[in-house]
Antibody
Framework: QVQLQESGPGLVKPSETLSLTCTVS????????WSWIRQPPGKGLEWIGY???????NYNPSLKSRVTISVDTSKNQFSLKLSSVTAADTAVYYC????????????WGQGTLVTVSS | DIVMTQSPDSLAVSLGERATVNCKSS????????????LAWYQQRPGQPPKLLIY???TRESGVPDRFSGSGSGTDFTLTISSLQAEDVAVYYC?????????FGPGTEVDV
């Protein structure tokens, strides 16, 4: 059974960079699409972007200038960096998997709350 | 971007009764080459991540009870819970995966 687990700081200061890692267990990373999705408290879901097979990334245009997603298959992990954060970036951040380019999200992490505050 | 809208924002249904959630996309998510609608439904219980219920607009994910069904095509879709159970209390989201950026509806809260 595939499992995903997010980790990283729960508090980030404004203007700094948010960094999260998703550890994947129970399955391979190659040939799957690994995404980050966020959900502000009490609000809906926003797709941030994905990485596929190390080199292919696609980001939501609304965040593209601030987002970097990378992968380390040797550790079975992929990561999110979001720069120049503000209070509007406070959210639960989920990592999730898709098994194809145009497929839904079949596995999700439990999510981690990141608060942006000084 | 494809904008997803849902109605109603929330609904209260008695146990054993039918619940219907509607979803509309700002452009068609039907790919004519394979006649598939790139539309999924998720259930999110409080404090939990979303769970995939339905994909290709009407295909139930493995393990999802058959009281959940999806229908529709093109731009208009419906999620139906035929007989609401207590464990179905949740927020339901539709999502299009036809094109990037992937977008979600705002959610519909289903309560008893």
């Amino acid at each position: 059974q595939v499992q995903l687990q997010e980790s990283g700081p729960g508090l980030v200061k404004p203007s700094e960079t948010l960094s999260l890692t998703c550890t994947v267990s129970g399955g391979p990373m190659n040939d799957y699409y690994w995404s980050w999705i966020r959900q502000p408290p009490g609000k809906g879901l926003e797709w941030i972007g994905y990485i596929y097979n190390i080199e292919t990334t696609n980001y939501n245009p609304s965040l593209k200038s601030r987002v970097t997603i990378s992968v380390d298959t040797s550790k079975n992990q992929f990561s999110l960096k979001l720069s120049s954060v503000t209070a509007a970036d406070t959210a639960v951040y989920y990592c999730a998997r898709r098994d194809g380019y145009s497929t839904p999200f079949d596995y999700w992490g439990q999510g981690t709350l990141v608060t942006v505050s000084s | 971007d494809i904008v997803m809208t849902q109605s109603p924002d929330s609904l209260a249904v008695s146990l054993g009764e039918r619940a219907t959630v509607n979803c509309k996309s700002s452009q068609s998510v039907l790919y004519s080459a394979n006649n598939r609608n790139y539309l999924a439904w998720y259930q999110q219980r409080p404090g939990q991540p979303p769970k995939l219920l339905i994909y290709w607009a009407s295909t139930r994910e493995s393990g999802v009870p058959d009281r959940f069904s999806g229908s529709g095509s093109g731009t208009d879709f419906t999620l139906t819970i035929s007989s609401l159970q207590a464990e179905d209390v949740a927020v339901y989201y539709c999502q299009q995966y036809y094109t990037a950026p992937i977008t979600f509806g705002p959610g519909t809260e289903v309560d008893v």
